[in-house]
């Protein structure tokens, strides 16, 4: 089955500076990889999702870029503001009862 | 996206018992997924909700523990049966968008076992 490793497990960044958090997958025939983020005692919340049919998505300060090859995505925020602090989970699948999580990064904006 | 509740929100519960969360979408959905969060954690599959069949269950989990339910293309139940402390953990109903291959999560079901 398919395996998700998230990398780092916690980021601390300057609020303005950027992040970057990476995950890689196993299944070459994922096709599907969401990004959620987690406030403290909240639901996880889809932010950005990418399919494999293109190699980058952006919706204003958050990015996504996927590389088939490598099997490896990550996802950017750039100008980082505390209420970016959470916990971030990348998945993968290709199939949606077969969804796989990252480990999660806590990621801290320092003001 | 679909409007997904959950009940109960937060509970808790004594040891040996057992408690059934309830999942209700604002509109059909096919797939509703269950999973679970443990402190800390990542979230974790538990089983696939099929509508008028049984569920599927991930490896790790079986029906006796989490039996669920899903009577229509709306509603679901899943039971976390016999509680014992190592049970404690966010429970999360989610579903597929039409389009497909988005998952949404319900607001959570936050279990303490005493």
């Known amino acids: 089955g398919e395996n998700v490793e998230q990398h780092p497990s916690t980021l601390s960044v300057q609020e303005g500076d950027s992040a970057v958090i990476k995950c890689t997958y196993s299944?070459?025939?994922?096709?599907?990889f969401p990004w959620y983020k987690q406030e403290l005692g909240k639901r996880p919340q889809l932010i950005i999702d990418?399919?494999?049919?293109?190699g980058e998505k952006k919706d204003q300060r958050i990015a996504v870029t996927l590389n088939k090859t490598a099997k490896h995505f990550s996802l950017h925020i750039t100008e980082t503001q505390p209420e970016d602090s959470a916990v971030y989970f990348c998945?993968?699948?290709?199939?949606?009862?077969?969804?796989?999580f990252g480990a999660g990064t806590r990621l801290t904006v320092k003001p | 996206s679909a409007v997904i509740s959950q009940k109960p929100s937060r509970d808790i519960c004594q040891r040996g018992t057992s408690l059934t969360i309830q999942c209700q979408v604002d509109?059909?959905?096919?797939?509703m997924f269950w999973y679970r969060q443990q402190p800390g954690q990542s979230l974790t599959l538990i089983a696939t909700?099929?509508?008028?069949?049984?569920?599927?269950?991930e490896s790790g989990f079986v029906i006796d523990k989490f039996p669920i339910s899903r009577p229509n293309l709306t509603f679901s139940t899943l039971t976390v049966s016999n509680m014992s402390p190592e049970d404690s953990s966010i429970y999360l109903c989610?579903?597929?968008?039409?389009?497909?291959?988005?998952?949404?999560f319900g607001e959570g079901s936050w279990l303490t076992v005493v």
């Open positions: 509109s059909q959905v096919t797939m």
């Open positions: 299944d070459s025939a994922s096709n599907y």
């Open positions: 990418i399919r494999s049919n293109v």
């Open positions: 998945a993968a699948s290709r199939k949606n009862n077969d969804m796989r």
């Open positions: 909700a099929n509508q008028g069949s049984e569920a599927t269950y």
């Open positions: 989610s579903v597929e968008n039409l389009s497909g291959n988005t998952i949404y």
